[in-house]
């Protein structure tokens, strides 16, 4: 029976089971199904690894990516870096405000 091709039941067969019993079974069926997709998606995985690991164009990729995420990592730091410095500047040039600024007595009025 394939992946995709429901188990037959006939519902009012003189010779089905017990709703109860025909329960577990469907259960049943359900799991092994279920094992055997995952199982089938698993092989269809590593054959697309395999023929993957072996194509030139998909190798050429890999190393084209790899180039952009370090340059997109690099932009990144420098970016961050960048931004850093900026907030560090900001803090040392900050001066408070005439209206916020307070005394030793609270604020000013």
Do not use: C
């Amino acid at each position: 029976m394939g992946l995709n091709t429901p188990s037959p039941i006939i519902p009012y067969h003189p010779l089905t089971p017990p709703f109860q019993v025909r329960r577990l079974m469907e259960e049943e069926n359900k799991k092994l199904r279920r094992a055997e997709a995952r199982e089938f998606n698993d092989a269809v995985r590593q054959l697309i690894q395999f023929v993957r690991k072996r194509d030139k164009r998909w190798v050429k990729h890999q190393a084209e990516q790899a180039g952009l995420d370090k340059a997109k990592a690099a932009a990144a730091e420098r970016k961050r870096a960048a931004s850093k410095s900026a907030r560090a500047e900001a803090a040392r040039t900050y001066q408070e405000a005439d209206w916020a600024k307070q005394d030793e007595a609270g604020f000013r009025f």
